[in-house]
Every structure is written in structure tokens, then in C-alpha cells.
């Protein structure tokens, strides 16, 4: 597994142990100028054997499309890894096999198609503990009920998992990869995605995000951060939170199906610890 990061210190822990949980033999992982604890946890993690590479990235502009074939081609010639996920801090990647590891053998292409969750924050308790995750609402009824073009409630674009032979490269935000030849197949995985943890971590991301993507080489992707960051530096980013996350909505959305009681087997892994 691949992890490139960024002050997410309050995630990263549990993303590492939940994935080696769930059969990753290794981590590479690349450290994008954290001002917080998250390189103390690398360097834990590296001692208990667990990341077996760490990439210490000073550079700005989030060249994460470079970032990351890096760490997938590491995977491939030096750790000859068969298998790779490309994966963010705030994903978990779960498998009712029990096992990333098995259904990767089990797999008949080499890439493996995923669902996409993505977890409502609660207020009220750790993310460890939130209970729905959201269902994409068609766009008619966006507009209708007046959310952001980027709500929490917009079509999930998935990620994939991938074979390290017939590699070419990643895309930005690791939903494709380009692979020859290419071979599909829908998995299993459900990828748990705890995006936004609260108002102030949702500030903070939004701020992070447009600046690194500011300086960034390339125009091309990260239109959610550029735009969200514009209403940031527009005074508006209040009113964007509450149309992102829908919440004069919520009871309308919870009647109707969109919003879900789901990821249980997260809060179960971590109380069991």
C-alpha cells in the first residue's frame, strides 16, 4: 500500500494498523511536509517494520500524480510487490473476505474496481464512531434543494487496485490507472472515505488544498479544492460548508434514502483493540 500524506496525524495510525489487519504485507510511504505528529507515527511504524519505505517529499504544488508513480514503481522493481493500492489517509479499504491480500488473488483482472463510501461526520463523536455514510443524490435534486457543486452527496468517484506488471501510470486522485493491457474486474472493496472530519478539519483541508494547488504545474485536476478555495477567499465558506453538507436537508435526505447507517465494521475493528 501506498500512502502519501499530510498532517494527518489524527488518522494515520488507525489507517496503518486497520490495513495491516486487513493483509497489506508493506507500506511505502511518501511524507509531504507534515507540521504535525504524523511523521512520529511514520518513524513508529517504520521501526515496527510495518513501512518498509519513507519518501521525506519537501516540494510544493502537490504533484500527487508524480508522487505516487514514484512510490508504485519503488513497490514494483525494489519490493517486487505483485499488487498495489494507492491509498489515502482518511480511506479504509475493507473486504468481506477478510483479507486485501485474498481477494487480490482471487482476482481474474489487473484492476480491481471498488465501491466508494463516504462517511457523514458527526459532531458528536470521533470518526471512529460515525454511523452514516451518504448516497449520491441525482443533480436535478442538487439543484432543487441548493447544495454545493461539490456536496458530500455528489457521484463518489472510486479508486482501484492494480497489478504491478503491465503498469504505466496512475491518474490524479488514484481513480484510474493505465495499464497494458488492462483487464477490469469489479472486487469487493468498500472503501470507507472519512474526507471531511468536522467543520475545522474541512477549513483547514480547503485552505491546504488551494494553496498547494495554486503553485501546482498543471490546471488540470483538483477542481473541488480550487473551487472550495475560491469561497474560502470569497468570505463564503460557511454558507459552502452548510451546502456541502447538506444540512438544512438532513431529516429530508435520511427519509429518502441518502443518508445511511453503514460502516460498523470500522467502529467494531477499532473497539476491539
Not at 480491481?112 to 458527526?122: A, G, N
Not at 475545522?200 to 488551494?210: Q, Y
Request: net charge neutral; hydrophobic share 35%; aromatic share 12%.
Amino acid at each position: 500500500m501506498t500512502l502519501l500524506v499530510k498532517n494527518e496525524g489524527d488518522i494515520l495510525e488507525e489507517n496503518l494498523q486497520f490495513h495491516h489487519s486487513m493483509g497489506v504485507d508493506a507500506f511505502i510511504v511518501t511524507d509531504n511536509n507534515s507540521t504535525d505528529n504524523t511523521p512520529a507515527i511514520i518513524e513508529k511504524y517504520r521501526q515496527k517494520g510495518w513501512i518498509i519505505e519513507v519518501i521525506n517529499e519537501t516540494s510544493t504544488g502537490y504533484e500527487q500524480k508524480l508522487w505516487v508513480d514514484r512510490m508504485v514503481m519503488l513497490a514494483k522493481d525494489k519490493y517486487k510487490a505483485d499488487w498495489v493500492i494507492n491509498c489515502d489517509a482518511d480511506e479504509f479499504w475493507y473486504t468481506p473476505l477478510g483479507s486485501l491480500k485474498q481477494e487480490c488473488i482471487e482476482a481474474r483482472g489487473n484492476v480491481l474496481l471498488t465501491i466508494m463510501r463516504v462517511m457523514y461526520p458527526s459532531p458528536d463523536s470521533s470518526w471512529k464512531n460515525w454511523e452514516e455514510s451518504v448516497r449520491a443524490i441525482p443533480p436535478e435534486m442538487q439543484a432543487e434543494l441548493g447544495l454545493s457543486s461539490y456536496t458530500i452527496f455528489g457521484r463518489h468517484r472510486s479508486k482501484v487496485a492494480h497489478r504491478t506488471a503491465g503498469y504505466l501510470h496512475i491518474s490524479m486522485g488514484n481513480h484510474k490507472v493505465a495499464m497494458f493491457p488492462r483487464r477490469r474486474v469489479m472486487s469487493g472493496i468498500v472503501i470507507y472515505h472519512y474526507i471531511w472530519r468536522g467543520y475545522d478539519h474541512f477549513v483547514k483541508k480547503v485552505v491546504n488544498g488551494g494553496k498547494e494547488l495554486e503553485k501546482h504545474s498543471s490546471k488540470h485536476g483538483g477542481t473541488h479544492w480550487r473551487y472550495l478555495y475560491e469561497r474560502y477567499k470569497q468570505g463564503c465558506i460557511d454558507e459552502e460548508y452548510r451546502k456541502v453538507f447538506a444540512i438544512d436537508h438532513l431529516d429530508k435526505l435520511r427519509s429518502q434514502g441518502y443518508l445511511v447507517k453503514d460502516a460498523g465494521v470500522i467502529a467494531d475493528f477499532f473497539s476491539s483493540l
